[in-house]
């Protein structure tokens, strides 16, 4: 296989294929790289395109014998590279014990923080006490109450004073 199909790869479906080179699912890729599912899976689908091989473990193992071959193509600190981040924190000059990402298992990447959560998705989301919702049940309804007469009062204000101009 040519060289010149690897670099028409762009970084993400080089990511995409490492990680799923590593037996990781969609989901769990699309979890790693902060991307949709569908996203991933098109990554996946035009690179096995671009490389012109049967289907996506093809196109990752390709991608895989390509890159052990030529190591210089394969950008620093990729996914998937056992190379610690330049944020990780080093560990202690004395410390043998293993890091937490290589005792974890090649499975286990860090992952990027997920969309923002609502409560009523699995209904685990409220963590107030009855007297906290009760207060602030309170709390909004005397707020719109108050409002709603400021509202009204700004209104009556406003049409005494334009039929005060109008005289």
Do not use: C
């Not at 035009?46 to 052990?68: K, N, S, Y």
């Amino acid at each position: 296989m040519s060289p010149d199909r690897f670099a028409k790869l762009t970084t993400r479906q080089r990511e995409s294929l490492r990680l799923y080179h590593q037996r990781y699912r969609v989901k769990e890729i699309a979890r790693a790289l902060a991307i949709s599912e569908n996203t991933v899976s098109g990554y996946l689908t035009e690179a096995t395109a671009l490389l012109d091989v049967g289907g996506r473990p093809a196109a990752a193992a390709a991608l895989a014998a390509h890159e052990a071959a030529h190591p210089e193509t394969r950008g620093r600190f990729s996914v998937g590279d056992p190379t610690p981040r330049p944020d990780a924190e080093p560990s202690s000059p004395g410390d043998d014990a293993p890091a937490p990402a290589a005792a974890a298992g090649p499975r286990s990447a860090p992952h990027a923080p997920g969309p923002l959560r609502l409560p009523f998705r699995n209904g685990d989301g409220n963590d107030l006490t009855i007297a906290q919702r009760l207060f602030w049940l309170g709390a909004i309804v005397f707020a719109l109450v108050t409002g709603f007469g400021l509202f009204a009062l700004f209104v009556r204000t406003l049409s005494d004073v334009v039929a005060q101009l109008a005289r």
